[in-house]
């Protein structure tokens, strides 16, 4: 966790870089005042998106929670359309074309897929399991395969 926090300057630092190359780029492109308009549409997308996503995580939460059901997978939904919108809303190129990819069905559920993987390393098993529900276990049938040797046993 702490190694995570300590990349995150230099993450935002690459991220303004990057956003103020694409910025140029697409200036010299279509022009200063296309890429301006296009910026400020994105970001008018992004906090349309935003809302919407958060008041469907919203209600997402709420109904899991009054039918006695783990949030789960509506939860963690709500929680990638809700980083959609965000990337989306921040101003520039390359932010909103991760939020926009965030927005199209099997990229999003894939994130989900990883938020889940994610937050259930992070969290204890019984927390995990109020969360997602139970985990779901591969069980593979014959004899299991032992990597040492017992103790006292001739290999």
Do not use: C
């Not at 492109?29 to 998106?49: D, E, K, M, R």
């Not at 937050?119 to 995990?128: G, I, P, T």
């Amino acid at each position: 966790m702490r190694r995570s926090l300590a990349l995150t300057p230099l993450l935002l630092a690459l991220t303004a870089i990057l956003e103020i190359a694409a910025f140029v780029l697409m200036s010299r492109w279509i022009g200063f005042g296309w890429t301006l308009l296009a910026v400020a549409a994105l970001s008018v997308l992004g906090a349309s998106l935003l809302r919407r996503e958060g008041m469907r995580a919203w209600r997402g939460f709420v109904a899991a929670a009054n039918a006695g059901q783990p949030p789960g997978e509506r939860g963690t939904d709500g929680l990638v359309g809700l980083l959609a919108g965000v990337l989306l809303t921040v101003p520039g190129f390359v932010t909103g074309v991760a939020g926009l990819l965030l927005v199209i069905p099997p990229v999003r559920a894939l994130a989900r897929r990883g938020t889940q993987r994610w937050a259930e390393k992070r969290v204890s098993a019984m927390v995990a399991g109020d969360l997602f529900g139970p985990r779901k276990v591969k069980v593979h049938q014959g004899s299991p395969e032992r990597d040492t040797p017992i103790e006292g046993e001739i290999v």
